[in-house]
């Protein structure tokens, strides 16, 4: 498998929907409420630009054995980098609260106790027990919705009595507004009174931009062909089909590798998504329902509780001749999204020896995706960040 990192750009402002419709009436708007491409995006501008020439204007056989191989074709991420940085989302397990001189810090929810007496949903051994504050701790303020690896770290570790006071939040990609006219489809003139506005996303260097911040999109894929992955790949991604390039980093990032101080030393294990996932059970991965190894993993896991803060939706335009036009929408479990976990196996929760192994294979499945189709986790879908977690006593 040929392996690269590349660093996503844009050439002009990238539009990314959120799969609802907008309508072509006077002073509509179609807001790209998304400041990042969905995996499924990215994943479908990459196999365009890198093997049209594969799939169309060739043998109908040999089309459809690039078909077969590409479902070897593998896609991880992508990632918000703010400043150089990687911004992960902020894991969904922890609330705000106000801290010294009024600054915001974060403090865990942990599963409550055995008999709290609540009626959870099948599949969930307990609910998340927020931590007593007093009135003064308390704050209408939101934790920020990104961290840099820093924080992560911290964050993949609730435990009773934690506090972890987040730097200053980082700052959102800029966004640039247009406004646009509706034609008509078979004359080509402009539809009188039909005005409609839209706004792009721009990553672009500090030294290109009106902002003080750079901005990129970090993303590694993984090729079942021999051919080399070009230095750099020229797509159009997105609404309307936007100017985009993608430059190659190297074979590998600093960046992606595993946080050794996140990873758990228990059989208590803290899942978040860096990615949004799908599920067979909608918020809950069918591998646990099923009692089925982790993909990516090849170990099992008892689901103790969750944070999963609301769904997402992904659809997109089907660009093939066999699947041209809208697809159905798909139900996502959002990034951010923690699963507090015990790894098992045949006689209980592992212990002893088997921990070591435990630990090398989530530094393994460190943003491996952990969906449970094959068919998402090659388009990137579920991306795992691995912590740990301690019990209330």
């Known amino acids: 498998m040929n392996k690269a990192v590349y660093?996503?750009?844009?050439?002009?402002?990238?539009v990314f929907g959120d799969a609802r419709p907008f309508a072509a009436a006077a002073g509509a708007r179609a807001r790209s409420t998304l400041e990042m491409p969905n995996p499924s995006t990215l994943y479908g501008a990459l196999v365009r630009a890198l093997f049209r020439d594969r799939l169309e204007g060739v043998d109908p056989k040999l089309a459809e054995a690039t078909r077969r191989k590409l479902c070897d074709f593998l896609l991880h991420g992508p990632f918000l980098v703010v400043d150089g940085s990687v911004a992960f989302p902020t894991p969904a397990c922890w609330m705000p609260a106000k801290g010294p001189q009024g600054k915001v810090v974060a403090l865990p929810l942990l599963p409550c106790a055995s008999g709290d007496g609540a009626n959870w949903p099948d599949g969930l051994a307990s609910g998340?027990?927020?931590?007593?504050?007093?009135?003064?701790?308390?704050?209408?303020?939101?934790?920020?919705?990104?961290?840099?690896p820093e924080d992560l770290e911290r964050l993949l570790h609730p435990a009773p009595g934690g506090r972890v006071e987040t730097g200053?939040?980082?700052p959102n990609p800029p966004r640039q507004r247009s406004s646009h006219v509706a034609i008509h489809p078979t004359e080509g003139r402009a539809r009188r009174g039909q005005l409609y506005s839209e706004e792009g996303v721009r990553y672009q260097a500090a030294l290109l931009d009106d902002s003080p911040h750079s901005?990129?999109?970090?993303?590694?894929?993984?090729?079942?062909?021999?051919?080399?992955?070009?230095?750099?790949?020229?797509?159009?991604l997105g609404g309307e089909r936007r100017n985009a390039v993608a430059r190659r980093l190297g074979d590998s990032d600093l960046r992606?590798?595993?946080?050794?101080q996140a990873l758990p030393d228990s059989a208590r294990v803290l899942l978040v998504l860096a990615t949004p996932a799908a599920f067979d059970e909608g918020w809950m991965p069918g591998w646990l329902k099923n009692?089925?190894?982790?993909?990516?993993?090849?170990?099992?896991?008892r689901l103790v509780s969750a944070a999963v803060p609301g769904f997402e939706a992904v659809s997109g335009w089907g660009q093939t001749e066999r699947n041209f036009g809208p697809k159905p929408a798909e139900w996502l479990a959002p990034?951010?999204?923690?699963?507090?976990?015990?790894?098992?196996?045949?006689s209980g929760p592992l212990a002893g020896p088997d921990l070591a192994d435990l630990r090398r294979r989530l530094a393994e499945a460190w943003l491996k995706p952990v969906s449970d189709s094959s068919k998402f986790r090659r388009k990137g879908f579920g991306a795992a960040l691995w912590g740990s977690w301690t019990p209330v006593a």
């Open 7 to 14: 660093s996503l750009s844009g050439l002009e402002p990238l």
């Open 128 to 148: 998340l027990e927020p931590p007593a504050i007093g009135p003064d701790e308390q704050t209408k303020e939101a934790l920020p919705q990104r961290v840099p």
């Open 168 to 170: 200053r939040p980082l």
């Open 215 to 236: 901005f990129e999109v970090l993303f590694e894929v993984e090729s079942p062909f021999d051919d080399e992955l070009p230095p750099a790949i020229e797509m159009t």
């Open 256 to 260: 992606l590798a595993p946080a050794e």
């Open 291 to 301: 009692d089925l190894p982790c993909p990516n993993v090849g170990v099992r896991f």
């Open 335 to 346: 990034a951010g999204s923690a699963y507090f976990l015990e790894a098992v196996g045949p």
